[in-house]
């Protein structure tokens, strides 16, 4: 085997799993840096070091709520852009009233999701600080 360096590993120990037990090695396995499930094997067993991940939950939920709310600000801001056009469109007209109130309506509704997100934000930072 060109390719292959010889690492000297000659002996094979054959153990047996249930579908659980290694489906459990396997999900350990996926969620460490070790890229050969052979290697995790070896150092379980040796008990030599590897890093695993592992997430927080409270931070993904966080990341989930910011998601929303920053489709939220892009409809906002697309309904804006939209104001924005047909305020320049129209003549001075009731409908130009009418757009100003909308305008009004949408630009409460912009500030609220800035704050919203300004105070998610501030918490999300005082979690990872800690």
């Known amino acids: 085997m060109m390719g292959e360096k010889d690492t000297g590993r000659k002996r094979i120990i054959g153990l047996r799993l249930t579908a659980d037990e290694y489906g459990e090695l396997e999900k350990n396995w996926k969620r460490s840096t070790v890229r050969k ?4 094997v070896r150092r379980l067993l040796f008990g030599q070091s590897f890093t695993v991940f592992t997430r927080d939950q409270s931070k993904d939920e966080l990341l ?12 906002i801001g697309v309904n ?16 130009m009233q009418e757009w100003l109130r909308r305008f009004e309506r949408d630009k409460e509704r912009f ?5 919203s997100i300004q105070s998610r934000l501030k918490l999300l930072s005082s979690a990872w600080l800690q």
Not at 81 to 88: D, I, P, T
Not at 111 to 115: G, N, Q, S
């Open 37 to 40: 499930l052979s290697e995790y």
């Open 64 to 75: 989930e709520e910011m998601a929303l709310l920053r489709r939220e600000l892009n409809a």
């Open 80 to 95: 804006f852009n939209q104001a924005v056009h047909r305020l320049n469109m129209l003549d001075h007209s009731p409908q």
């Open 111 to 115: 500030f609220a999701a800035v704050e």
